[in-house]
């Protein structure tokens, strides 16, 4: 069985068990807003995202994971 | 003893202290006789025409038993009603109470039934004289009151029901059977799958309530972790009017780009105000509606961090004290048989109560805001109007507090407030000025201090007026997750999706957190939680669904409503459970290794105390020598890269992380909590200075 690169849990999506896969969908299109709004690079909002208030958990873990794999949107 | 001719009637209350307000209440000089039983004191009224025996329970004296016995083998559909001792351990005292109970009622010539009317206390009584009263529940009568005052339990006696509540007693006997069914059966599904393939035994319990009350959590806490903030943008300004600065928002609100909000703000710096327009209106603000059970449950745990339980338990000390109504009620309504206006004259007796007592009384309030929710039983809480005969403890008095003030409030006037907006114009960019103030307090007057009404008065403006800009920013702002559920908003949530019953769902809450499915208040679903409740969702979709568990409510309404039988419900509830044992019974396998894995991950991580410090990659965990036996810290990495890092442990006490580490040394801190001492805290690490220094 496959685990999930952040949390050990078993994969669902590519390389990502379901909650962490949820995360990452939810980063990857709150990207767009973020952009709109300051204008911002994909890695500085990654960077952003863990300073960010009312952050979800999952979230920071996979933008930590995104920065970590270099994944560009 | 035993109930002699000149006993004729029986009765059976719930609790002791209900026993021997119902016995005083009874007696015609108000001192019945107290009698020190073998298992327990009981109590000889005389009454108008007989003496009456009053003998207390102790809660449900019986249980459900799994008949065929063995822990480990489902379906079990099989079950039996039997004296608790004999499906716990350790109740042997319950057996005497029965035995007592059936010494003393042999002879009597009535048997009553005045446990507390609900279900709960229908199902108590009926199955005691059934079982302890050799199957008196059938022609038993059944006294209904609300509050436990001698008042009322004069009328309930004088107006009491022949024939027992059989629809109530019917949908009881079905909700626990059907409960216990539930519960029983997967569990066991799953701690045997899991037991299979690890050889070990531990409990891993699912319920027909427990599960998508589980449920609700975890979809809340996914929400909150996967949760990205989406930021926007606010113009915060503030004008000086005379001598006064007053605080103003943009009239747009919220701005989606950055580079938007810092245009408005450069093209409204150094420009001045005008007054636009001026505009006032009043509102009304009508009293709060009197209390139920889950409303009265979610303000205490909002004003006094008391959670559901505790607030629970003390409602059932003053209902015994006769100081409340029935507690457990749903309704927010107080019919018109309440005499409202001698229970204010009542409280008009204690001092701190006097003077807003006496002020509706002479108003004539006796009119309540009545609510929206129902109840047949029982009607809203509300005070009795006794005075407290001992010293409540400071939660209790907090609790009866706001019940007497919640009381005053809901007779009392509505509120009105004025409010005033003023628009303020900067070249082209609008500003809004708010101010609120009373004018008249009503009800909230009554209320206080359990309600706060900040004021905020805005300075005389004129149309066309010149106010002097003298700050206008952007503010960053980011869109908030959803609050974490606390056990109050659980409850609440169980309430709207109408799961579980007002006497259950407290418990169940409780349930999940003994289980360690949930941790803290707000609540946070813990791995074990995770794990399970993603395995359930798998492979019993059905259990932790919302629909199926409220059918399985609506059958039991309807049993209680004398629409269906138990029994058609009972088969009902036993063909879904065993279409669900069906489907899951071939994927036993998959659940067994996910459970293996699910405790193989909760145990690690509850073992694990922190980072390293020595070899910066590993984890230090709590380890168990294979030779002495002895607890200590050793570093994941032993085996893998031979990090040595240890340090010894207490061997006495619970030890836990405290997450933040030493900040002289870097490694973890623990927390200790054993049951001789006060819990400590210290860092593992045996040479750490500040331990030396002994400042930690």
């Known amino acids: 069985m496959e685990k999930c690169k952040i949390c050990d849990r078993v994969v669902a999506e590519e390389s990502l068990c379901r909650y962490h896969s949820v995360a990452r969908r939810n980063t990857i299109n709150a990207y767009r807003p973020w952009k709109e709004a300051l204008g911002i690079a994909w890695k500085d909002y990654l960077v952003s995202l863990q300073r960010s208030p009312g952050c979800g958990e999952w979230v920071r873990e996979v933008s930590n994971y995104l920065l970590r794999e270099g994944v560009q949107v | 003893m035993s109930a002699t001719a000149t006993h004729i009637a029986f009765i059976v209350a719930e609790k002791p202290t209900a026993a021997r307000r119902i016995a005083e209440a009874l007696d015609r000089r108000g001192f019945p006789k107290k009698v020190r039983g073998r298992a327990f004191e009981y109590y000889v009224s005389e009454g108008e025409d007989s003496e009456i025996m009053v003998c207390p329970a102790l809660g449900h004296l019986y249980t459900l038993l799994d008949l065929r016995g063995d822990k480990s083998l489902y379906p079990s559909l099989v079950t039996k009603w039997v004296s608790r001792d004999r499906a716990e351990r350790g109740l042997q005292r319950v057996r005497a109470w029965i035995q007592e109970i059936t010494q003393l009622s042999k002879g009597a010539a009535r048997f009553i039934n005045a446990c507390d009317y609900d279900i709960e206390g229908s199902l108590i009584g009926s199955t005691i004289l059934k079982y302890a009263c050799s199957e008196k529940d059938k022609t038993a009568a059944r006294m209904r009151f609300s509050t436990l005052t001698k008042a009322d339990i004069l009328l309930a006696y004088k107006n009491m029901a022949s024939g027992t509540d059989d629809s109530l007693v019917e949908a009881g006997l079905a909700r626990h059977e059907v409960d216990f069914l539930y519960g029983i059966n997967l569990s066991r599904l799953l701690t045997t799958s899991q037991k299979r393939l690890s050889g070990r035994y531990s409990t891993i319990s699912a319920g027909r309530v427990q599960s998508p009350t ?53 093209e409204c710096e150094n420009s001045q105000g005008i007054v636009k327009d001026v505009e006032q209106r009043t509102v009304t603000r009508s009293p709060p509606y009197p209390f139920d059970v889950g409303s009265l449950q979610r303000t205490a745990y909002t004003l006094f961090n008391l959670n559901p339980t505790r607030s629970m338990g003390i409602l059932e000390r003053l209902y015994l004290d006769a100081l409340i109504s029935y507690p457990r009620t749903g309704s927010q309504k107080l019919p018109s048989t309440i005499d409202i206006e001698s229970k204010l004259k009542d409280l008009a007796s204690i001092p701190k109560y006097s003077e807003p007592a006496k002020e509706l009384v002479e108003n004539g309030c006796f009119q309540p805001r009545q609510g929206v929710k129902e109840d047949p039983a029982h009607p809203a809480i509300y005070p009795t109007g006794v005075k407290p005969a001992r010293t409540l403890s400071k939660e209790e008095d907090k609790i009866y507090d706001l019940i007497v003030r919640r009381f005053f409030a809901v007779l009392a006037s509505p509120a009105r407030m004025r409010l005033v907006r003023a628009k303020i114009s900067v070249g082209l960019h609008l500003f809004t000025m708010s101010g609120v103030s009373v004018i008249e307090m009503g009800w909230i007057r009554f209320y206080r201090p359990y309600i706060q009404i900040t004021e905020r008065f805005l300075p005389a403006l004129k149309i066309a007026q010149e106010v002097g800009l003298v700050k206008v920013s952007v503010v960053t702002r980011y869109s908030s997750p959803p609050p974490p559920y606390s056990s109050a908003g659980l409850l609440e949530e169980m309430e709207r999706k109408e799961i579980g019953t007002k006497a259950t769902r407290t418990g169940i809450i409780e349930t999940i957190g003994r289980r360690k499915y949930v941790r803290g208040d707000p609540m946070a679903v813990t791995s074990l939680g995770w794990s399970v409740g993603t395995l359930l969702e798998q492979h019993f979709p059905r259990i932790m669904s919302i629909e199926m568990t409220r059918d399985l409510e609506n059958q039991m309404n309807k049993i209680e409503r004398g629409e269906i039988s138990r029994v058609e419900a009972l088969i009902n509830s036993a063909e879904l459970l065993m279409s669900m044992l069906d489907d899951a019974r071939q994927d036993q396998v998959a659940i067994g290794r996910e459970l293996l894995e699910t405790t193989r991950r909760t145990r690690l991580e509850e073992t694990a105390l922190g980072k390293c410090p020595v070899c910066k990659t590993g984890e230090l965990r709590v380890l168990r020598s294979k030779k002495t036996k002895k607890r200590f810290v050793g570093c994941s990495n032993y085996w893998a890269g031979g990090c040595k890092a240890s340090a010894p442990l207490p061997q006495r006490g619970k030890v836990a992380p405290v997450g933040e580490p030493c900040k002289s040394c870097g490694w973890p801190r623990i927390k200790v909590l054993s049951k001789d001492r006060h819990p400590w805290i210290t860092c593992v690490n045996p040479v750490c200075p500040l331990k030396e220094s002994n400042k930690i």
Do not use: C, T, W
């Open chain 2, 214 to 266: 589980l449920g609700f959590v975890m979809e809340r806490d996914e929400e909150i972790n996967s949760f990205v903030p989406i930021p926007h943008f606010e113009i915060d300004a503030a004008f000086k009017v005379g001598e006064e600065i007053v605080p103003a928002s943009y009239e747009e609100g919220k701005i989606q780009k950055l580079s938007e909000a810092s245009r408005i703000v450069s």
